[in-house]
Structures are given as C-alpha cells and as structure tokens.
C-alpha cells in the first residue's frame, strides 16, 4: 500500500481518496507509526498529511525521522513538508504571513518529477502560518508564493518530495496531477487498483474466512449492506441468506426494490420480515425523538434476533449446520474513526445492522473495511446491482419515522410518503440527484395552518423540504434548488397531498441544525 501518515487534520481521508482516484491503494496510519511497523507494511510510498499544529509548538505531532532513511518514497504536504524539512536539517520560520486559500504560486523547476509538465504559475490551496525558509542539504527548492520561499521542494537522490499547499483538495489547480507525478512517476508505483481488482480480491478473501460456513446478512436496502451482500453472495452463493425488515417506514417502492430488482440482479436467497403493524403499535402515541429511536432501535432488534433464530433452527434441521458468520457493511471511514480497532464490531457497525447485542456469537464478515462509499458504489455498479440501489441517497435506519414531527399513525405514515416520493421525483427529473447530498421530506404533524383550496377553509399540515449538500453529512449546507422546481414541487404537492396546504423550505446550514428533524 501507499501509507498516509495522519497528523490530526481533517485531510487524511481526503489524502487517502485522491490517491486511490490514481488507482494506488492506500492506508491511512497514525503519525506515531515506527520506522520498523512501516517497513513491516512493506509501502511503496508514504504521504504525509498536513495538520493543526506549528512543528515547534509543544506537543506538536511527532514523527519518527528514520522513517526518512528507509529509502522508501515519501511525499510530505503541508505539516508533513515541514516536518520532513526539519528533521532533515532545513529550517521552518513563524514568517508571520499566514497563508489561507486560494494563492498563487510560481513554478522554478518543472524538470523535476514532482511538478513535471505544469505550468510555470497556478492557483493552489494553502493554509499555514509557519513557512519552510530553507530547504535541507540537497533538496531544491521547486516553487514559491510571494510569502512562502520554499513552497515545494524535492531530493530525487533520496526519492523525498514536499509542497506547502494542499494538493487533495479541488481548489488546487493540478492538486490530482502532483499526486500522481509523485506515485506513478517519482515513486514508480503502477495505476493497478481498481474494482474489479477488488472484487477478486474480496471474494478470494470471503472464501478463506467462511469456508463452507454459513452467513447471514441483514439487509436495509442502503447502498452499503446492498454491496456487502452482493460481494458475499459473489463468493459464497447460496450459504447466504439475507434478512430485510420492513418496518413500515420505508419509502414508497424501496420493499418493491429490494425484493424485485436486487433479487433480480443478485440471486440472493431473501427472506423478508413484514413487522409493520409491530412497529406501529410500539410506536402509538410517541412524539419523543429519542423515545421514537430508541423504540424502532429496540423493535428492530427484536425482529432480527427472531428472524435469526428461524433462520439457525432451519439450517441445523436441513443440513446440520449452524450459521456462524454475520456480513456487515463496515466501511473504512467508520475503521478509521474507531481508531483502526481490527476484528470486533465497533459502535458504528453496530448501527449498521440496527445495533446488535454483543452477545450474539457471530465471526463478522466486512469486506467493505478498506473501501470509501464511492469505491463501493463502483464495486456495487461492477456487480451488476441496479442504479436505483447503488446511487442511492442516505436514508436514516429509524425511516420516515424521525421525519413525522409528533406522533406516528399509518395515515401520517401514507402521507408522508406520498409527499417524498413527488420530491424524489421531481429532483431526479431535474437530474439533481448527484449534486444534491439527501433530501429529507418532513411532516410536521402536530403543526397546522389556515389555508385556501377550491372555494373552502383548509386547516391542514405544512410539509418541510431539507434538500443538503454535503461531503461527509457532518457539516452540510441547505443547498439553493432552482425556484422553478420548488414551486412545482409545492404546487404537486398540496394538489396531491391530502391533508397538506403547505410546503415551506429548511435554510439553516449544520449546524447549528441536523439533516434531519429528529
Ligand atoms: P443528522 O440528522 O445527524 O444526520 O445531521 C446525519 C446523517 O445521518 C443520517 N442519520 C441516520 N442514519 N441511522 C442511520 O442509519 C440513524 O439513526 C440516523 N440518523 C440520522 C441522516 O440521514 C444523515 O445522512
């Protein structure tokens, strides 16, 4: 692998993704790692990660320097530039000008690898309030901003390469291109990372670890169980079976999805729980948020341990064996801020199946753990899954269930997905579905308000529009859809809706407010 040393920022993932984007891939590990567990990952190239800190404040990250004498290639961004230049003799000022954003930068040298075929000035992203003054013995000094003297450097001898600006992220012009001068180029690593490359490698993977086991998967209809079955059933074929709760929560046609299209395009052996009037009875009368969370949580569980249990005591009946192996669809962010633990479920995987007890004897099967949620839809598109499935926006467990505000009955339940379902509709026929991140359709149920239709008095519901765009769901922005769709939208709506005559627009970034209401 590619090692990215992370020193704390936030940009250690994003270092991660770009660097897959180049079909290379990579680990992230922390900047305590030893010149000794580095060699033992056998890299073929390390980059380190900018961070927060100045390299002379007290606790600043450190980093074992002999790392720098593996002769292993190493590309150090921002901190990691200047945490490269000092431990190998040059020298970091507090200048005192502060860079931040957009800057730009002349380019001195293009002969060399790291900015080869660039042009001589560009626009690049920086943000740092130290600066590297000059470069250790041996290194030249490649680029400059009218602040920043020494804004890259390289020592080709040694296969040692730094820039001061943040070349993962899109505000950089040619951020991608130094990347990839510095693997493909500078470190000689081969663009050979792919999905089909590890869909091979997974399915290898699975085989090993379950043998002629057998495996259950519960599936929420999400892109990542979705992926997680498919690349399972892949390996395995029919020791597994999958489990899909219908809760009564789900949007219009999503049952319909999985039960047709997915089958369809997977073969998977589904077994279906329809637990709706469960639901609904345990539900009766809440308005709570977390009274609301905690009851679907509960339930769900309940439902799958059930499920489970039938479907064990029908495996020993035919053929005597157990099912020992639960699949879940971990995905490496959830490793990486679970602090890389191996092996056990962590909280978010947890979550992922509807929060398991722990004391459900299962071997887990992850085989998303090394993946981003882009690579997995690539895989799940490679699989052959249906678009419907694999493109599919965030849709929270607990359902429409946190999207009525007030208490949850079936006539509210209907409503509501009427309403969202106009609203999917209408951004897709926009062709919005990319560029927006999800967009929650809540029910204020408890709200109502005069209105006017035909020639009478109506007292009806408001229904709120969430549309967000986001990286990452931790911040996001209300994103400006264009006012013509929101008026057709409104206007379907309150024809079509009975029960609602109004629509209004969330405009509040998070935070201060979530995604969803509740
Ligand atoms: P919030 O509302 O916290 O949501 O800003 C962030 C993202 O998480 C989704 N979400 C959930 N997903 N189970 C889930 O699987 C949940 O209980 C849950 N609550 C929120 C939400 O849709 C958004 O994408």
Known sequence: PVLVVDFGA??????????????????????????????????????????????????????DAEIFELGVPVLGICYGFQVMATALGGTVAHTGAREYGSTPVVVSNTDNVLLADQPDSQTVWMSHGDSVATAPEGFTVLASSTSTPVAAFANDAKRLYGVQWHPEVKHSENGQHVLENFLHRAAGIDPDWNSGNVIAEQVAKIRAQVGTGKVICGLSGGVDSAVAAALVHKAIGDQLVCVFVDH??????ERRQVEEDYVKATGIRLVTVDVREQFLKALEGVSDPETKRKIIGREFIRTFEQAQAELILEAKETDGDPIAFLVQGT???????????????????????????????FELVEPLRTLFKD??????AELGLPAEIVQRQPFPGPGLGIRIVGSINQERLDLLRKADAIVRFELTAAGLDREIW??????????????????????????????VSSEDAMTADWTRLPYDLLAKISNRITNEVDGVNRVVLDVTSKPPGTIEWE
């Open 375 to 380: 690579e997995v839809r690539a895989i799940g």
């Open 438 to 467: 999800q967009c929650p359709v809540v029910l204020l149920a408890d709200v109502r308000s005069v209105g006017v239709q035909g020639d009478g008095r109506t007292y009806g519901h408001p229904i709120v529009l969430r549309p």
């Open 10 to 63: 936030q940009y250690a993932q994003l270092i991660a993704r770009r660097v897959r984007e180049a079909s290379v891939y990579s680990e992230i590990v922390p900047h305590t790692i030893t010149a000794t567990e580095v060699l033992a990952k056998n890299p073929r190239g390390i980059v380190l990660s900018g961070g927060p800190s100045s390299v002379y404040a007290e606790g600043a990250p450190a980093f």
């Open 248 to 253: 009564g929560l789900l949007r219009e046609d």
């Open 331 to 361: 995905l490496y962010p959830d490793v990486v801020e679970s602090g890389g633990g191996s092996g056990t479920a962590n909280i978010k995987s947890h979550h992922n199946v509807g929060g398991l007890p722990d004391d459900l004897k």
